[in-house]
């Protein structure tokens, strides 16, 4: 039990909160944190885009599964599993890391039912491994029917031939699949899908009203590897399940397995796109003011001993400072007014530029009838909006105003540098933070969740656009991020997996120290420049430029670095090893939510490979995704896990506030961290940079323009 509270809080944790959110969908999953009977699977999926937590105990097992419906017909499951004395020979229990994909091949309709197709344990240890082949048909809106058949685990109980073998003889035979061995876990074990014996399963499922469900199945596994061990008493093929679900999305379940064993569940589903707290919770956006009301304000008439243009400036200044962005450039002639901002409020860019339009219309005299407005990030212009003031009054109480205002704007590649007369006031700037951080590590085979809580200290200071030189400092206080005493027993270059060390071995530590440089060599390109101790675990040199058409959906980087590896004690000396490595990489983002990024090229421990990463980025900035590197180390060398993978969220912190905030909460999800495949951290990389401000991603954020 306790490896599965350490699991699903240590999930909730990236959340950041209790179980108190939005409405969860009306679903009854599985043991195996999937929908489902109670061990069996059917071919039901999530609603669209549903992000799932489960945690699921018995006897000595635990299950706790973390799973996403990435499309509408695809769902994906990564779960951790506790097995209480499995490794019996040696007197161990075993911490299972392994992934499940589903595929819904057919909706249900009146006439027919859904069909789904499935893969459970497919890169794990091989423990779960099995596959299905399921239908799900409603009999009644209250009352569905499910039978499948089912291979490898899945054909523990009434194995028969397997109906495949009449196509290929060598569907008969399933070829070993590691058993559940360490050594080659994380292989894909493509030549065992679907081969052996086959056996059915089946089951129904009644919804006695929105929150109560009964579910009875024949089950096909056997548990035999758990039988074998002592693990469990198995008597009989009919489990037993009722679930229970509550208007925070969460549900309870309880289900007797094996004609012998109880089992308990706890779900939390919720659908990103609706955020914990409500929006708007943050000020409204300045009304506007009439024009005459403006025309006569004091800044903009003439006076004594200042110049209007000054005072113009200061009062634009203040009046922007006040919604949460800064001015670095501002020019103006008799019709026109050209202004450049940096966002350090809105997740939204385009929430960012119409607060920046409102302000300068209750700001600028009357004359001034257009409005350019740059976007930029430390210190450099990424993107121009260009829109007129009439069209802001004229639309003030359109309903449709926000996308009206789009199709009236023109968006266009900012000019390479900043012009206007605020750059000596917003040039030097010098920022700092101080506050608690949470450092977290999963699946550690001896302690499934260690954490570090502390104290830290963060500083920029930017003497010129473009140019900033960043610290920052970190005292530990409590965890036991630094009570590995695993050794790294890895064939590579130590490159990530003596990460204990660094906790272990350091007390007040430097993470980062680096000056970096970022600027426009020419139109759709940005460079940059980064130099010093770039993470916890290296300092060197990092260069990069990026390819970014300001309406296109695709981009093209490529990046150099020379890397030299820290002292564990996290001061400022250096070890023996040093790299040189570089990517070349692709961006496309697609039409709907996902995004593809494609990085090729040298890892820290000298190989050689691909990186792919798949997001899924909801509206809000809720983000989702999975990644995998392949490289020229074999999955002997790279050792457990065999290849480098895992999945990342990124939640902003306004889906928890309901007010705008750029900042969010990242965590990297990693079955096993090891040396394969590992990639440099840099700070500011360019294409995270840029890409909210561009054109795509402003225009689909301009819902917010009026907000």
Not at 137 to 142: E, G, V
Request: contains cysteine; charged residues 20%; proline residues 5%.
């Amino acid at each position: 039990m306790r490896a599965s509270a350490c699991l699903l809080f240590g999930c909730l944790s990236m959340l950041g909160g209790p179980l108190v959110a939005t409405r969860g969908p009306a679903q009854t999953l599985t043991t195996y944190g999937s929908p489902g009977l109670i061990d069996m699977p059917t071919a039901e999926v999530f609603p669209d885009g549903t992000l799932a937590l489960t945690t699921a105990n018995f006897e000595n097992t635990s299950r706790n599964t973390l799973a996403f419906q990435f499309l509408p017909s695809v769902y994906g499951t990564f779960r951790y599993s506790f097995l209480r004395d499995f490794d019996s020979g040696v007197g161990l229990s075993r911490y299972d890391r392994s992934f499940d994909i589903h595929f819904q091949l057919r909706e249900e309709t009146a006439r027919g039912p859904a069909i789904a197709l499935g893969l459970r344990d497919f890169g794990g240890t091989g423990i779960y491994a099995s596959e299905y082949l399921v239908a799900t048909k409603h009999l009644a809106p209250s009352v569905s029917v499910t039978g499948g058949i089912g291979w490898g685990r899945l054909a523990g109980r009434g194995g028969q031939r397997n109906p495949i073998s009449v196509f290929d003889g060598r569907f008969d035979t399933r070829p070993d699949s590691n058993a559940g061995g360490i050594a080659t876990t994380g292989q894909l074990d493509f030549g065992n899908w679907f081969r052996g014996d086959a056996a059915f399963f089946g089951g129904v499922k009644w919804d006695v009203n929105s929150r109560l469900t009964l579910t009875a199945e024949y089950s096909s596994d056997d548990y035999a590897p758990e039988a074998q061990r002592g693990l469990i008493d198995v008597r009989s093929p009919i489990n037993l399940g009722a679930t229970y679900r509550f208007d925070n999305g969460v549900s309870l379940g309880g289900s007797y397995l094996n004609g012998s064993t109880l089992a308990l569940q706890l779900s939390y589903a919720f659908d990103p796109r609706k955020p914990k707290a409500p929006g708007g919770q943050g000020a409204a956006a300045p009304a506007l003011l009439p024009k005459e009301q403006v025309a006569l304000a004091s800044w903009n008439l003439p006076g004594e001993g200042t110049s209007p243009d000054s005072k113009v400036t200061a009062e634009l200044r203040r009046n922007l400072k006040g919604q949460g962005l800064r001015l670095i450039g501002f020019s103006q002639n008799k019709h026109r007014t050209d202004v450049t901002v940096e966002n350090l409020r809105y997740g939204a860019g385009a929430q960012a530029v119409g607060r920046t339009a409102r302000v300068l219309a209750n700001t600028l005299h009357p004359e001034i009838e257009t409005f350019v407005i740059t976007l930029a990030e430390d210190g450099v212009p990424i993107t121009t909006i260009t829109s007129q003031r009439d069209d802001l009054y004229a639309l003030e109480t359109d309903v449709d105003g926000a996308w009206r205002s789009l199709a009236r704007s023109q968006i266009t590649d900012a000019a390479l540098s900043i012009s206007g007369q605020d750059q000596a006031a917003a040039f030097p700037a010098f920022t700092y933070r101080f506050a608690p951080y949470t450092q977290l590590s999963f699946f550690d085979p001896n302690e499934p969740l260690r954490y570090e809580l502390g104290a830290q200290l963060e500083a920029d200071f930017q003497p010129a656009p473009g140019l900033t030189f960043s610290g920052q400092l970190r005292q530990p206080v409590i965890g036991n991020l630094d009570n590995d005493t695993r050794p790294s027993n890895s064939v590579l270059p130590r490159v990530r997996s003596d990460w204990g060390r660094y906790a272990a071995d350091s007390d007040l530590r430097l993470s980062h120290l680096t000056a970096d440089y970022q600027w426009r060599p020419h139109e759709d390109v940005f460079a940059r420049v980064t130099g010093g101790y770039l993470e916890q675990m290296f300092g060197g040199l990092s260069a990069e430029v990026l390819w970014f058409p300001v309406g296109s959906s695709l981009a093209l980087g490529a990046e150099l670095n020379y890397a030299k590896q820290r002292d564990f004690d996290g001061k400022l000396g250096f070890q023996d090893y040093d790299v040189m490595t570089g990517h070349a990489s692709v961006y496309y983002k697609t039409r709907g939510d996902y995004h593809v990024q494609v990085d090729m090229g040298r890892y820290l421990a000298g190989d050689w490979g691909t990186t792919l990463t798949v997001d899924r980025e909801f509206n809000n900035g809720f983000k989702v995704g999975a990644f995998a590197t392949m490289t020229d180390v074999s999955s002997a060398e790279f050792g457990e896990g065999s290849f480098d993978k895992g999945i990342r969220i990124e939640v902003p912190v306004s889906w928890f506030t309901g007010k705008p905030s750029r900042k969010k909460v990242t965590q990297v999800i990693r079955p096993v961290l090891r040396d394969g495949g590992a990639r440099l951290n840099v700070r500011n990389r360019l294409y995270e940079t840029v890409r909210d401000n561009r054109g795509r991603e402003l225009a689909a954020g301009w819902g917010r323009y009026a907000r």
